[in-house]
């Protein structure tokens, strides 16, 4: 029970703002496509559309078409899929993920801005060149995520000097507890808690305020609960992001099989791995990564060109991730790679994201919406 004397802060987003400060973190593939973007907005958060092979959702789709045909059908239905979401958003704010690690990122925001995106959040790597790729796009609003001061700072020095701008906010992903990819060189230090919410967030606030920038600070990786929420904004954070939660909701738009494997997992079954883009990654044990630990996978070549640096690709290491993201997605628990929060053994059951929303706020003071400048 959180005091009802605390009251929701309201999050400012370049000029979005939605009722509630909670993002709904972007999942691929397909884990938070058009649907689960469009129920999270209408219930007055962030709705995010996951950028990376949403090509996977449509019948015709054929790993084996080739980079260049695959890249052409996701740029299409990334489109689409926007617009899908606008119009279930009840005039709420729709964001895209796009990871700088893919092969077609530069693509990817430029899509994603014509679309009529509100929001793009970009990490897997640092988004330096973010403000020219979405040049054109004054509404849009560009918010890196970083997992250090560091890594914010290099990002705000770049933009400012080159493009004249500043983010129109910073996503802080904690790699201790986040899920799927994390900003972290190794799994060592993807375990360092200097990289953990409560050193970096507060640093960040404080380094944003003594530098004279106004900027939102949005903490992401282990959100759960209101309590989370409330400890977030202790901190200084103005909202939070969160994921697993939300990829367990009839509104996700992954498969029901997907979402029995989170039901299912236990706090033993979380694991980290060495994803083929080189970064390391939080994911369920299924039986693709016990053949990963166990040194048994059967070496296959790259099929999608995703990824800008790819073991797979390269060293012929590892997995093709997008063959082991589309069997997740579609249910194939043999063969997926389940990416996942490290609070996924909290999950218990399937639910709609309105009662998640209404659940995660309704200890707080609510604010009057405001018209965002």
């Known amino acids: 029970m959180i005091d009802k004397k605390i009251e929701l802060p309201l999050l400012t987003i370049g000029k979005h703002q939605p009722k509630y400060p909670i993002i709904q973190g972007g999942m691929g593939i397909m884990v938070s ?3 689960l973007a469009g129920a999270v907005a209408a219930a007055g958060g962030i709705g995010t559309i996951a950028s990376v092979g949403l090509a996977a959702s449509s019948p015709d789709f054929d790993m084996g078409s080739g980079s260049k045909n695959i890249d052409n059908q996701n740029h299409k239905i990334l489109s689409q899929y926007i617009k899908e979401a606008k119009e279930t958003s009840n005039g709420g704010v729709i964001a895209v993920n796009c990871m700088c690690a893919l092969s077609d990122y530069d693509q990817l925001v430029r899509t994603s801005c014509e679309a009529g995106a509100d929001i793009i959040i970009s990490g897997a790597g640092l988004p330096l060149k973010l403000p020219q790729l979405a040049e054109g796009y004054p509404d849009t ?4 995520i970083v997992s250090s001061v560091k890594a914010a700072g290099l990002i705000l020095n770049r933009w400012l000097k080159h493009y004249g701008r500043l983010p129109d906010a910073f996503v802080v992903e904690t790699p201790n507890t986040a899920g799927g990819h994390l900003g972290a060189r190794d799994q060592e230090q993807a375990m360092d808690e200097n990289l953990s919410l409560k050193e970096v967030v507060p640093a960040l606030v404080k380094y944003l305020k003594e530098l004279g920038h106004n900027i939102p600070v949005i903490s992401a990786g282990g959100i759960w609960d209101g309590k989370d929420i409330k400890d977030a904004l202790e901190m200084g954070a103005s909202g939070v992001q969160m994921g697993t939660r939300f990829a367990a909701t009839e509104e996700g738009d992954a498969s029901d099989r997907f979402k029995q494997a989170y039901i299912d997992a236990e706090e033993k079954d979380v694991v980290l791995i060495k ?3 080189g970064l390391p990654g939080r994911a369920i044990m299924s039986p693709l990564i016990e053949r990963y630990f166990s040194g048994a996978l059967e070496k296959v070549g790259c099929r999608a060109g995703c990824l800008s ?3 797979c690709r390269l060293q012929h290491e590892t997995f093709c991730i997008a063959d082991a993201l589309v069997s997740a997605y579609k249910g194939d628990w043999e063969n997926g790679l389940f990416f996942c929060g490290s609070n996924v053994s909290q999950v218990k059951s399937i639910g709609k994201v309105k009662d998640l929303i209404r ?3 309704e ?4 604010p009057e919406l ?3 400048h």
């Open 309 to 311: 640096h790819c073991l």
């Open 141 to 144: 609003a560009l918010v890196p």
């Open 359 to 361: 659940e995660l706020v």
């Open 363 to 366: 200890d707080f003071r609510l």
């Open 275 to 277: 994803s083929p883009c």
């Open 33 to 35: 496509g058009p649907r």
């Open 370 to 372: 405001k018209t965002a």
